[in-house]
């Protein structure tokens, strides 16, 4: 049978037996449907709101939240992320429809997710990703504002300007001739959206499960309906008139820039969702690919961004053919998707198919909406896309005048131009930055010290030079480089400037302050090959022979290495890390992770997991064994260190990882003790019987083999790894703490492969009764997610 065989054919019943009988499962699971009606109740107000602030047909919302349900919902790569009309579009639509009318923004529209499919067809979607986040969240911060300064002049009951600075010129004069009514049901509607999630008690929590938005848009119809206000209300048309889609008429090069525009934002507004999405998934309780709950009903991967964007681009194509506004993903119904348990891509359908029962049954219920209650639901979806917690992080990242000049850019001159702005702004702070270094010298107790801060660029080759000559010949120097970037030029003129002070006698040691790596002259033997950005290549050569350390010798003794790494600590690493194992020291270790991993020791558990102090609790053991209980032969530190990260600790999570080349699996290959041999021999021979289940697993031709990111094992010793850890997962499961953990969903279990050549590592994803499958952690994990492995 083919490995490439799909899993029903591999687990065939016999010829001429009839088929077993399978229990018969709904099309839609229950969570699903709670899901799709609780993101409908929210979509529905909004999407009519969007339309309002748009200028477009209060239809092309709900056309616009249909289509995006169920065409983005069933084609695109997040299935989780709802899809609709935007605020984040608002801006840019309205500038369409002010320009080129209704019908040709709908052919914009199409046009747009033309693009989009031909950008997912590139598979360019993570390269959108690249846009400095402060860029990003200034465009929606900009957008925001746009709308809820025109939003407002509907609120006072007046009709908005499509300039932001004609609308803030007209406000004044709005002020003074707002509509008593107008302004009533838009309070009414403000103090319900605001005041309904923070209802207290028990009641609070009930009733906070009806969408605010929805409360709040029916509280004020129902106010302006039983006091009899006159007020614009929702108008819909039949649906015979609905216009639909026209070819846009201007000029080429602005038709050219209004489809580009749409496809820009409509596309980086839903990768980002896509990516959010699988954070909020990722640290929703039990989603974590459930090694060790096969029932669980969370199976939702990481996002296929390049499928995302061809979904968009079919929704878009959809929506503007059947005159609906323009789709992207949107972040609050997302996030209500996926806390309302949503497993599946069918809430998301379910949730457009309810829009479109709306659409055709509820227009009488629909028209007695206020307009002004509309205009105040997305004046403060606009006000919340100011969000400060961006400014906050912007700020942390002193990347205030690239989210400033982007957020002004898009309110003054557009979303295109905003966005260019933005970038060129972040293009100039990043070389600043780049060329900004700080060099000093020095001297303290006859050790000239320079010091270089920042990136060592050509561009301070003249000044690093000005400061290297200072330090006379004969001295002892020391160079430390505190930043994480240095070009060919600069090492050249850095290495060229050591070896002439060493020629004249001179003696120089260049420090790394954040990793302690040092690099200095050659010895007669062998030179260090180590760099200040490289701490682990040729670690061990760099710990002898340094021209003028304390502790260089001839007959330098091994120990001499540990000494070494010791004071390197004290000196660079220690200062950076000491506020936070003091306050680690008050409170206690707090791990959520216990690590099983192999005692070798070319495996280092916090870089490999890019984890700190406090994060993991650590058991490492020859083949990084679980010696199942009862049989542990006189050693349970293992069964001691399980039950106290589980019922001590309280870890969230369990990992047994294992690695390419292990020694034990090695060991087991070449011949171990036969299961049930006397106890004798060497400690070593006696704790390798521990691995014996997993030997006898790779034999087991009934057993599924492992796979490997797409690929079988390369040979029998990564084979029995790769076994190795999913039957120790096993032998976990078998542990009383662990066992009770699981049975009440507080304890999730992985599994990970490292391979030490290609320094990469491997998730266990498989469930119960499935293939073992290890797959590329890296894969789907982008540098501005940051989200990382479940270890």
């Known amino acids: ?24 499962r709904l099309p839609v699971e229950g969570v699903d449907v709670s899901a799709a009606v609780a993101v409908f109740l929210i979509a ?20 616009a939240a249909a289509v995006g349900g169920i065409v983005a919902g069933r084609v695109g790569g997040c299935p989780l992320q709802v899809s609709g009309p935007a605020a984040g579009l608002t801006v840019v639509t ?136 006159a007020l614009p209300r929702v108008e819909l048309p039949s649906w015979r008139s609905h216009a639909l889609a026209g070819l846009p008429e201007g000029p080429v090069l602005g038709i050219v820039a209004a489809v580009l525009t749409t496809t820009l934002v409509c596309s980086v507004q839903s990768l980002l969702g896509a990516v959010a999405v699988d954070k909020l998934t990722a640290n929703r309780p039990g989603s974590a690919h459930p090694v060790s709950r096969p029932g ?122 905003g966005v260019l702005l933005g970038v060129a702004v972040a293009v100039a702070v990043a070389l600043h930055r780049l060329t900004r270094t700080r060099i000093t010298h020095d001297e303290q107790e006859g050790v000239h010290h320079v010091h270089i801060r920042g990136q060592l ?24 480089l505190s930043g994480s970037f240095m070009d060919h030029a600069a090492y050249e003129s850095l290495q060229d400037w050591r070896s002439s002070h060493i020629a004249r006698g001179g003696t120089a040691e260049l420090s790394g302050r954040r990793d302690g790596t040092r690099t200095a002259g050659p010895t007669a033997s062998t030179g260090c090959r180590c760099r200040p950005w490289t701490p682990w290549r040729n670690h061990q050569s760099c710990f002898m022979g340094f021209v003028g350390h304390p502790t260089a010798s001839a007959g330098q003794r091994p120990g001499h290495e540990l000494v070494w ?90 990992t047994v990882c294992g690695h390419s ?21 060497t400690a070593l021979r006696r704790w390798l019987r521990h691995g014996l289940p997993s030997l006898a697993r790779t034999s087991d031709a009934r057993a599924d083999r492992p796979r490997l990111a797409g690929r079988g094992p390369a040979d029998a010793a990564e084979e029995l790894c790769l076994t190795n850890v999913v039957q120790q997962l096993e032998h976990l499961k078998a542990h009383g703490p662990v066992a009770r953990a699981l049975e009440r969903g507080e304890l999730e279990l992985h599994g990970m492969y490292f391979h030490v050549g290609e320094a990469r590592a491997y998730l266990f994803t498989a469930l119960d009764g499935a293939v073992p499958v290890f797959e590329d952690v890296e894969r789907g994990v982008t540098a501005g997610e940051e989200a990382g492995s479940p270890v």
């Open 565 to 654: 790494g010791i004071n390197s600590f004290q000196r660079h690493t220690a200062p950076l890390v000491r506020e936070e194992l003091a306050r680690l020291a008050r409170e206690g270790q707090r791990p959520s992770q216990l690590f099983i991993t192999c005692a070798d020791s070319r495996l280092v558990t916090s870089m490999i997991t890019a984890s700190g102090p406090g994060d993991l609790f650590v058991v490492r053991n020859v083949g990084n064994l679980v010696p199942p209980p009862g049989e542990e032969s006189g050693d349970d530190s293992v069964a001691a260190a399980v039950e106290y990260a589980v019922d001590v600790l309280g870890v969230r999570s369990v």
């Open 661 to 681: 080349g292990c020694g034990a699996m090695q060991a087991l290959l070449a011949g171990a003790p036969a299961p049930g041999a006397a106890p004798d021999g």
């Open 94 to 229: 309205a500038d369409l429809i002010q320009r080129y009318g209704w019908r040709a923004t709908c052919g914009i529209t199409v046009l747009a997710g033309l693009a989009q499919l031909g950008l997912g067809c590139l598979r360019v979607a993570r390269g959108a990703l690249a846009v400095s986040p402060a860029v990003v969240h200034g465009m929606l911060a900009g957008i925001g504002l746009t709308i809820a300064v025109a939003q407002l002049h509907i609120v006072l009951g007046g009709s908005p300007d499509s300039s932001v600075l004609a609308n803030l010129r007209a406000l004044p004069e709005q002020l003074a001739r707002m509509h008593p009514a107008a302004v009533s049901m838009s309070a009414v509607t403000l103090v319900l959206l605001l005041a309904w999630p923070r209802l207290p008690g028990r009641a609070g929590r009930l009733l906070r499960t009806v969408p605010a938005a929805l409360v709040a848009v029916a509280g004020a119809t129902a106010a302006a309906s039983l006091a009899g206000l």
């Open 44 to 63: 529905l107000p909004l999407s009519l709101g969007i339309a309002l602030a748009t200028g477009a047909p209060l239809q092309a919302g709900l056309v």
């Open 296 to 417: 669980s009903a969370s199976r939702v991967g990481r996002s296929d961004l390049d499928r995302e964007l061809l979904g968009q681009g079919a929704a878009n194509i959809v929506s503007g053919a059947l005159g609906g506004l323009p789709v992207a993903g949107v972040a609050v119904r997302s996030t209500a998707n996926v806390k309302s348990g949503a497993v599946s891509r069918n809430s998301t359908m379910l949730h457009g198919v309810l829009v479109v029962v709306a659409a055709l049954l509820m227009v009488p219920i629909l028209e007695e909406i206020p307009l002004a209650s509309l205009a105040a639901l997305v004046m403060a979806v606009g006000i919340q896309m100011v969000s400060l917690h961006h400014i906050r992080t912007v700020t942390r990242h002193r990347e205030v005048p690239v989210y400033a000049a982007t957020t002004l850019g898009v309110v003054f001159l557009g979303v295109l131009q």
């Open 1 to 24: 049978m083919s490995a490439c065989a799909p899993p029903h054919a591999q687990h065939s019943h016999p010829p001429h037996s009839p088929p077993p009988r399978r229990r018969r």
């Open 457 to 480: 660029t050509f561009l301070a080759v003249p000044r690093l030079s000005r400061a290297l000559h200072l330090v006379p010949q004969g001295a002892h120097a020391v160079v430390e």
